[in-house]
């Protein structure tokens, strides 16, 4: 297998403390979407209210919609195809699911498929993790025996150990889900994690993520500049954005680290897809793109 170019990190530190504030952002997205009639709605999410403070929630919306325009209707976009994505691959196999910077990702407690056939490992930062749990028990009287929950910081810890500690099988059909993740991401932990998927998982694993493209003279500058303010918003928060797809794009990028069968969305499919009939005209910020990866033969 070619080698792939490591790209040199940031020189500084990326450590952070406390629960995701982004974490908390984009579930009061999914929430805000939740409430809207079942035509014009792109995901539902009916847990997500729970996440964040429903008195803050138009003020919230009505912000980001100002300052971010586009922002909040691509996360609800890539709700929706992740949820579509991760539903089909329950129904056809699936034994593992492991959610990367899991945040208030709710897949695991409302997609009916995963039940009594998939183990789901979360895995976040222990700060924004103990939230996540004590919010879970709340809801459900107690966690659920089916789902792990893996405290990991992916920048400062192995991932490989404490997931195998926590009882992965890396002889499993498995998807990793990086969901709003790698980007803020150093590359060296994004290689990390790709190499531990392709060399500790069963055959027709795969990845599924998001990524954020590089950003030039041929892009709408209205969506570059929304790009760049809210890359500078989630920085002065400690979570800047660290990670761009390279110039020689995801295939060559994910084919270096072991992957085939690559599928690409991107916003003008995503679009088209999920913005229809009475969600046509809505803004949507179409600067990152969705992929399905499955791991190579070896």
């Not at 990086?178 to 795969?206: C, H, K, W």
């Not at 990670?243 to 072991?258: D, Q, T």
């Given at each position: ?119 789901v490992f979360e895995v976040d930062h222990p ?144 679009r088209r897809l999920y913005f229809i009939r ?21």
């Amino acid at each position: 297998m070619e080698q792939p170019d490591r790209a040199r990190d940031p020189p500084r530190d990326h450590t952070r403390s406390g629960p995701s504030l982004t974490a908390e952002r984009v579930a009061a997205f999914r929430a805000a979407e939740s409430m809207l009639p079942v035509d014009q709605r792109v995901c539902y999410d009916p847990y997500a209210i729970q996440f964040t403070d429903p008195d803050r929630l138009d003020d919230l919306t009505e912000y980001t919609d100002t300052h971010f325009p586009g922002l909040r209707n691509y996360v609800v976009a890539r709700a929706r195809h992740f949820d579509d994505v991760i539903t089909l691959a329950a129904k056809t196999g699936l034994v593992q699911l492991v959610i990367l910077g899991a945040g208030y990702d709710t897949r695991p407690y409302r997609i009916k498929e995963l039940e009594g056939r998939v183990r789901v490992f979360e895995v976040d930062h222990p700060d924004t993790q103990q939230v996540k749990k004590e919010k879970i028990a709340e809801i459900f009287g107690g966690l659920p025996e089916d789902v792990v929950y893996v405290p990991v910081d992916l920048e400062t810890q192995d991932l490989g150990s404490l997931l195998l500690d926590s009882g992965y099988f890396p002889v499993k059909k498995t998807l990793f889900v990086m969901e709003g993740v790698i980007m803020y991401l150093t590359p060296r932990a994004i290689d990390a994690i790709l190499s531990f998927v392709v060399n500790n998982s069963g055959q027709n694993s795969a990845v599924l993520f998001d990524y954020p493209e590089e950003t030039g003279d041929d892009t709408d500058s209205s969506s570059r500049k929304t790009r760049e303010d809210f890359g500078k918003h989630t920085a002065r928060h400690g979570e800047p954005i660290l990670f761009s797809m390279p110039k020689e794009g995801p295939g060559a990028f994910l084919r270096a680290r072991g992957f085939s069968r690559i599928r690409i969305v991107p916003g003008d499919d995503y679009r088209r897809l999920y913005f229809i009939r009475k969600k046509e005209g809505r803004e949507l910020l179409t600067t990152s793109s969705f992929v399905y990866a499955v791991v190579g033969d070896r």
